[in-house]
């Protein structure tokens, strides 16, 4: 996804590399070690990495449009989302609330 390429890209490690890399690490532990002195960014640097990350959205109407669908299908009173980052965490919050009920 586009999240996903965005954060391989702020650490400075390729999508092979990183592939490789879940394939040899049998923990969360072994990938944080793995991954080492990339994930030591400074804190502006974060908070502006993260900033990027939960407010980018779509421009072109149409790409609008499907967004819109997606979250519409989801909860249609959720007219504040407007990234891609809020469409997931509501995909999240939908999904994990169903398989705690039991839906």
Known sequence: SGADKGVL???GVTAD???????ECKTDDEVVAWLGDRLEKPE?????????LQT???TD????????KQVD????SRTDICSWYGLMLLDDQITFARLKAGV
Do not use: C, M, S, W
């Not at 640097?45 to 900033?51: A, K, P, T």
């Open 56 to 58: 980018y959205g779509p």
């Open 73 to 76: 299908a989801l909860d249609p």
């Open 44 to 52: 502006g640097e974060v908070e502006g990495f993260n900033q990027k």
């Open 61 to 68: 109407d149409q790409v609008i449009g499907y967004l819109r």
């Open 9 to 11: 890209e702020f650490l």
């Open 17 to 23: 590399e990183f592939t490789a890399a879940l394939g």
